[in-house]
């Protein structure tokens, strides 16, 4: 079960790390306009406001339950050992889980692949370029 879970697990994880690179260069984009970024301290906020972000935290858990309903593992125990350990799969649950990975894995493809509009400030991704552009933290940054 691990190993057809792993691939599904890691591909959740880099999608997730997809919207979140979206997230941060936007608001960097942001920050570098003229009415700065209002910094948000509260990380919920951030899942909720940004649409990708909306999507990965609703499919992850959805998907992980389709794979639960496509494999199935009942395990006979009788004098405390392990007699019998069938894995059960499903055809039909294996198809909707397939088709719901497809869907998936088209819309992040187009999300990763699409160039944001605009100039990308020089220090993102940089920390230290980062730090010596800030002088004082505050509500806005500029």
């Known amino acids: 079960?691990?190993?057809?879970?792993?691939p599904l697990t890691l591909g959740l994880h880099c999608s997730d790390l997809i919207?979140?690179?979206i997230r941060d260069e936007r608001q960097?984009?942001?920050?570098?306009?003229?009415?700065?970024?209002?910094?948000?301290?509260n990380p919920v906020k951030t899942?909720?406001?940004?649409?990708?972000?909306?999507?990965?935290?609703?499919a992850k858990p959805f998907l992980h339950w389709m794979f639960g309903l496509?494999?199935?593992t009942n395990a006979?125990?009788?004098?405390?050992?392990?007699?019998?350990?069938?894995?059960?799969?499903?055809?039909?649950?294996?198809?909707?889980?397939?088709?719901?990975?497809?869907?998936f894995a088209c819309f992040f493809?187009?999300?990763?692949?699409?160039?944001?509009?605009?100039?990308?400030p020089a220090a993102y991704g940089h920390i230290q370029t980062f730090a010596n552009l800030i002088d004082e933290w505050s509500p806005v940054m500029w």
């Open 1 to 6: 079960m691990a190993v057809i879970q792993g």
């Open 19 to 21: 919207a979140n690179c």
């Open 28 to 41: 960097w984009r942001c920050a570098t306009g003229r009415k700065g970024l209002r910094t948000a301290t």
């Open 47 to 58: 899942i909720f406001t940004h649409p990708t972000c909306l999507i990965v935290f609703v």
């Open 70 to 72: 496509a494999f199935n």
């Open 76 to 103: 006979v125990v009788q004098d405390e050992k392990l007699e019998v350990l069938p894995v059960a799969m499903y055809a039909a649950q294996i198809w909707n889980l397939c088709i719901a990975l497809f869907i």
């Open 109 to 120: 493809t187009f999300i990763a692949l699409r160039r944001l509009r605009g100039p990308q």
